[in-house]
């Protein structure tokens, strides 16, 4: 059993593919945060066949767009940590990519406003911002309408 995909029961999903599913998560310092988790379970990046390196590359190359025209964000940063998985003993890595979309301008929506503080520097790992289903419903849509005009 998969430890990972235990814990995080997949939803608000905007994009899934035969190996790759990419939700909205619930914490929103950065708006539109998502993860994209591979399906089958596989502990390093080192471990991924070509085909599902292929895979990951034509879903990068609909979010930049997508979040681009959905909220304006630019640049992705996008990367492959785990880290967390590694303070359990023993650790339960399962291979995923966090997806900090980044802002030159502040973005309004459903009331809230979102400020990227640190446009052009490294995101801040400890920002925190959470928000109900329904603002996560929200941006997931809006997302999923962008990736859909592509
Ligand atoms: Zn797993």
Redesign the pocket.
């Known amino acids: 059993m ?4 235990a814990n995080k029961p997949l939803k608000n999903q905007i994009l899934t593919t035969e190996h790759w599913t990419v939700g909205i998560v619930p914490d929103q310092p950065y708006l539109g945060r998502a993860l994209i988790t591979l399906r089958a ?1 596989k502990e390093s990046l080192g471990k991924l066949s070509t085909e599902e390196w292929q895979e990951f590359q034509t879903i990068v190359q609909k979010l930049e767009p997508a979040y681009e025209q959905a909220f304006g964000a630019k640049p992705l940063n996008i990367g492959c940590f785990m880290n967390h998985a590694y303070r359990a003993e023993p650790p339960h890595p ?1 291979v995923h990519w966090q997806i900090f979309p980044r802002y030159k301008a502040p973005v309004h929506l459903m009331g809230m406003e979102f400020i990227d503080g640190r446009y052009g520097s490294f995101y801040d790992d400890d920002a925190h911002r959470p928000v109900d289903e329904s603002m996560v419903a929200e941006i997931a849509q809006r997302l999923k309408s962008a990736i859909d005009s592509l």
């Open positions: 998969c430890q990972f995909l379970h399962h």
